[in-house]
Nanobody
Framework: EVQLVESGGGLVQPGGSLRLSCAAS????????MAWVRQAPEKELEWVAG????????GYLDSVKGRFTISRDNRRRELYLQLDNLESEDTAIYFC???????????????RGQGTQVTVSS
């Protein structure tokens, strides 16, 4: 059974930073691209960042480019998202997702975790 468990969310002031983590189990982690998606209150799910199966190729939502960094550690079976220079518009629940292929796609994937709340407020 695929399991994805996110952690690292919290309350942070504008301009602050957080590092999200996702622990994966139940599938061959290094065979799949991974992504982070988010859902803000009363808004649709939004793809944020993706990474290929070896961590060589990454992609980002335009509004987070230069502020967020996605990475992975295949030996630890973990996915990360470094969030810097946070803005109030980044407030959302962030989900780790398993994608369908080795190369990332800009969609919600096949499985998601339970999410971790990120709140940016002064």
């Amino acid at each position: 059974e695929v399991q994805l468990v996110e952690s690292g969310g919290g309350l942070v002031q504008p301009g602050g930073s957080l590092r999200l983590s996702c622990a994966a189990s139940g599938f061959t982690f290094d065979n799949y691209a991974m992504a982070w998606v988010r859902q803000a209150p009363e808004k649709e799910l939004e793809w944020v960042a993706g990474i290929d199966w070896v961590g060589r190729d990454t992609g980002y939502l335009d509004s987070v480019k230069g502020r967020f960094t996605i990475s992975r550690d295949n030996r630890r079976r973990e996915l990360y998202l470094q969030l810097d220079n946070l803005e109030s518009e980044d407030t959302a629940i962030y989900f780790c997702t398993k994608l369908r292929y080795r190369y990332f796609t800009r969609d919600g994937g096949t499985h998601r975790g339970q999410g971790t709340q990120v709140t940016v407020s002064s």
